[in-house]
DNA sequence: GCTAGCCTTTCCACCACAAACTGAA
DNA sequence: ACTTCAGTTTGTGGTGGAAAGGCTA
């Protein structure tokens, strides 16, 4: 069974990203989480070699698959005993950009791994344009664990997050990885006491989506990113794509009954900070589904259009919830405010003489001379 | 639970005028 | 096609007032 990048959608994926659920080829993964500081910190693994949704948890070492919970049980669990004694070991999650290098050390199969061995992987990985120094990475020994992360925060604070997320336990040391999976799962001998994974789309994953953000606070992130740049990877004059992509059409189901199209749709909930500005966008968009449902709840404010949108979305909650941090961490650091074009026509109003707020023709009685150390009236 | 009253917060029009823009000659 | 010129439009910030929201009795 073979399941293409939901990036690329032409390379066969190998990595499952938690965060964004979805399964990436090596390549686009590295892309994708290259981004930003943001994306950096989304926790990955293998794709499971078996059913290619779900990310893979072990490794068995007989057969060369990874393989996630449902699978590794329904293959290794009691009612395989063929197969139950296989040896397999744990697959750690991992953060940032690492080079083919670091992936052996993450997972001592790397090289074994189908996709990997018939190709020049490291030059493969080299031929990206990632500056290495600028990445994170997780699996950074303990006493490296507080250094800073150019372009991002620390990795303290990397941890913090995952930890936020319930996915992080005692690492074995090699790895500061939110995946903990130290429990020996070697020949079935699952210890009843080992924290359970709490991977989507498994056994556990009611565990997992419920909690998984639980006590998340965006608030207590450290979120200083020192410009636009580097929080979202682009531009000022190139945010046009992080809206218009389908991110935000798919929670209100407008593509395919609304005559606005995605810009417009992508603008409408990432642009608007306020049922007022959301009331002004309107406009200029006038068929959109989102925006009549604003105006038709005048009392809402985009959050709540949000998130009630999202509550009649049929996505999985793991997406969901997933979605809403995005949403929440991209509104949180963008500015809405007023945007100088002409700077010389602010010189000009700077130094306008008013009065009570309004310009006064040269020459009049006024009450506030900008240029005074103080004000006149 | 509903309403009235008060207080706080948010939004927006107003103003003059130089710069930017537009279209005709 | 290019330049010049006149007319029109745009954008800039502090303030006051209206509107909206929150809170209490």
New binding site residues.
């Given amino acids: 069974m073979s399941h293409l990048c939901d990036f690329c959608g032409e390379q066969r994926s190998i990595i499952y990203c938690r965060s964004d659920a979805a399964s990436l080829c090596l390549s686009c993964d590295r892309n994708v989480h290259s981004a930003n500081a943001l994306s950096r910190r989304h926790s990955r693994t293998l794709l499971c070699d078996r059913c290619s949704e779900q990310p893979a948890v072990v490794r068995c070492a007989e057969e060369s698959v990874s393989l996630c919970l449902d699978c590794d049980w329904n293959g290794h669990g009691a009612a395989a005993a063929v197969s139950s004694g296989h040896k397999r070991e744990t697959i750690n999650c991992y953060l940032g950009c690492p080079s083919a290098a670091e992936f052996s050390r993450i997972w001592p199969f790397f090289q074994e791994l189908p996709e990997i061995a018939g190709s020049d992987c490291e030059q493969g990985l080299g031929l990206m344009t990632i500056d290495e120094s600028s990445v994170s990475n997780c699996w950074a020994s303990p006493e490296n664990s507080t250094l800073d992360v150019p372009g991002a925060g620390k990795l303290e604070d990397l941890e913090a997050v995952d930890k936020s997320n319930a996915l992080i336990g005692s690492s074995s040391g090699s790895a500061i990885c939110p995946m903990s999976c130290t429990a020996d799962l070697t020949a079935g001998a699952v210890d009843s006491t080992t924290p359970k994974l709490p991977c989507p789309g498994t056994k556990d994953f009611e565990f997992c989506k419920d909690d998984i953000y639980e006590d998340l606070n965006v608030d207590d992130v450290d979120l200083t990113f020192q410009n636009y740049e580097e929080l979202f990877g682009v531009s000022h004059n190139q945010t046009g794509h992080l809206f218009d992509d389908d991110e935000m059409d798919i929670f209100f189901d407008t593509r395919a009954t609304s005559a606005c199209n995605s810009n417009c749709q992508g603008e409408l909930v990432g642009e608007a900070?306020?049922?007022?500005?959301v009331?002004?966008m309107q406009a200029t968009c006038s068929n959109a589904v989102f925006a009549g449902s604003v105006m038709s709840n005048?009392?809402k404010n985009a959050d709540s259009m949000f998130a009630a949108g999202l509550e009649n979305s049929s996505l999985p909650r793991a997406s969901r919830d997933s979605a809403v941090m995005r949403y929440k961490e991209k509104k949180k650091a963008r500015m809405f405010e007023?945007?100088?074009?002409?700077a010389?026509?602010?010189a000009?109003?700077?130094g306008?003489r008013?009065v009570?707020?309004?310009?006064?023709?040269?020459?009049e009685a006024y009450d506030?001379d900008?240029l005074a150390q103080t004000?006149s009236f």
């Fill in positions: 900070s306020s049922a007022g500005q009331k002004s005048p009392g007023k945007k100088i074009r002409y010389s026509r602010k000009m109003a700077d306008r008013r009570k707020g309004r310009f006064v023709k040269a020459g506030y900008p004000r």
